[in-house]
């Protein structure tokens, strides 16, 4: 049985939206678009998988939660 073609990932085409965020936001989802997206991708922020939601091969939504967005002292 011939194995599946490896998903070599998505091409990320257009700006992400937002393209900034402010300091101390609540959770932000952002919006990647590009080409190539699959219900199995997801969306890392350095080494930590956000909360991803595939929309269609065209994008893909990642929620930024706000501990991340935050400064600290």
Excluded: C, W
């Amino acid at each position: 049985m011939p194995k599946p073609a490896a998903h070599e990932g998505p091409e990320i085409t257009q700006p992400n939206q937002p393209d900034r965020i402010a300091v101390n936001s609540a959770d932000t989802t952002v919006a990647l678009t590009g080409e190539g997206f699959a219900p199995t991708d997801r969306v890392l922020l350095g080494d930590r998988e956000l909360a991803t939601t595939f929309v269609s091969p065209n994008e893909i939504k990642a929620v930024i939660p706000a501990a991340d967005l935050k400064i600290y002292p």
